[in-house]
Protein backbone atom coordinates (compact mmCIF):
# COMPACT_ATOMS: atom_id res chain seq x y z
CA UNK A 1 0.00 0.00 0.00
CA UNK A 2 1.71 3.54 -1.32
CA UNK A 3 1.94 5.93 1.46
CA UNK A 4 -1.13 7.75 0.45
CA UNK A 5 -3.41 5.51 -0.78
CA UNK A 6 -7.01 5.72 0.41
CA UNK A 7 -8.37 3.03 2.55
CA UNK A 8 -10.14 2.85 5.35
CA UNK A 9 -8.69 -0.03 7.36
CA UNK A 10 -10.85 -1.54 10.31
CA UNK A 11 -9.11 -3.94 12.57
CA UNK A 12 -12.27 -6.74 13.50
CA UNK A 13 -10.10 -7.97 16.49
CA UNK A 14 -10.80 -4.64 18.45
CA UNK A 15 -13.72 -3.58 16.83
CA UNK A 16 -17.17 -4.06 19.52
CA UNK A 17 -19.79 -3.15 16.61
CA UNK A 18 -20.90 -0.51 18.97
CA UNK A 19 -21.59 1.67 15.35
CA UNK A 20 -20.41 5.12 16.99
CA UNK A 21 -18.11 5.53 13.62
CA UNK A 22 -21.39 4.69 11.48
CA UNK A 23 -23.42 7.20 13.01
CA UNK A 24 -20.04 9.90 12.96
CA UNK A 25 -20.07 8.71 9.09
CA UNK A 26 -22.15 11.34 6.70
CA UNK A 27 -21.79 9.77 4.05
CA UNK A 28 -22.45 5.66 4.66
CA UNK A 29 -19.00 4.86 3.95
CA UNK A 30 -19.41 2.03 6.72
CA UNK A 31 -22.05 -0.03 8.00
CA UNK A 32 -22.01 -2.57 10.82
CA UNK A 33 -21.91 -6.13 9.14
CA UNK A 34 -24.48 -7.54 10.97
CA UNK A 35 -23.80 -11.35 10.80
CA UNK A 36 -20.03 -10.52 12.26
CA UNK A 37 -21.10 -7.93 14.60
CA UNK A 38 -17.76 -5.66 13.40
CA UNK A 39 -18.17 -2.46 10.92
CA UNK A 40 -16.95 -3.05 7.32
CA UNK A 41 -16.28 -0.70 4.50
CA UNK A 42 -19.29 -0.14 2.02
CA UNK A 43 -18.38 2.33 -0.33
CA UNK A 44 -14.83 3.58 -0.15
CA UNK A 45 -15.37 5.67 -2.72
CA UNK A 46 -18.05 7.82 -0.52
CA UNK A 47 -15.32 8.55 1.92
CA UNK A 48 -14.18 12.18 2.19
CA UNK A 49 -11.41 10.93 4.31
CA UNK A 50 -13.05 13.15 7.43
CA UNK A 51 -11.36 10.78 9.86
CA UNK A 52 -14.46 11.48 11.83
CA UNK A 53 -15.19 7.33 12.45
CA UNK A 54 -11.15 6.96 13.40
CA UNK A 55 -11.47 9.99 16.07
CA UNK A 56 -15.00 8.75 17.69
CA UNK A 57 -13.58 4.88 18.11
CA UNK A 58 -13.50 3.88 21.09
CA UNK A 59 -11.63 1.20 20.51
CA UNK A 60 -9.12 2.50 18.33
CA UNK A 61 -10.26 0.11 15.55
CA UNK A 62 -10.45 1.97 12.83
CA UNK A 63 -8.17 3.66 10.71
CA UNK A 64 -8.38 5.91 7.69
CA UNK A 65 -5.43 6.12 5.13
CA UNK A 66 -4.05 8.41 4.26
CA UNK A 67 -3.75 9.74 7.92
CA UNK A 68 -3.87 13.19 8.73
CA UNK A 69 0.14 13.60 9.65
CA UNK A 70 1.03 12.24 6.25
CA UNK A 71 -0.76 14.55 4.16
CA UNK A 72 -0.43 17.45 6.28
CA UNK A 73 2.97 19.24 5.99
CA UNK A 74 5.17 19.01 8.73
CA UNK A 75 5.43 22.14 11.20
Known amino acids: ???HEHSIV????KCI???ICV????VDAICINEGKGV?????L???IECHSCQQMCPEQA????PQIDEVLPKL
Open 1 to 3: MGE
Open 10 to 13: IDEE
Open 17 to 19: GCG
Open 23 to 26: NYCN
Open 39 to 43: VEVVD
Open 45 to 47: DLC
Open 62 to 65: IKVY
